[in-house]
């Protein structure tokens, strides 16, 4: 019983090491922002090919779906 306590603390004394290296790792880096997501433009031809994939994958799943009853 002893031994598997020393085998613990130690597994646990090694894994606060880690997580203490890490911290001052990430601590002595320089913070550098996160960019932002470009937003797309979407013209009109790019909202159609959009809206016409939606409306042919409704019709798919009303076909798939009317079977099943």
């Known amino acids: 019983m002893e031994e598997r306590q020393k085998k613990m603390a130690a597994a646990l004394a ?3 090491t880690y997580l203490q290296q890490e911290e001052a790792l990430a601590a002595a880096q320089p913070q550098l922002p996160v ?4 937003q797309a433009v979407e013209g009109g031809w790019v909202m ?3 809206m016409e994939m939606m409306s042919m994958r409704r019709l ?7 079977r099943v009853r």
């Open 14 to 16: 090694a894994v606060n």
């Open 35 to 38: 960019p932002r997501p470009v």
């Open 48 to 50: 159609s090919g959009k």
């Open 60 to 66: 798919i799943q009303m076909r798939a779906f009317g």
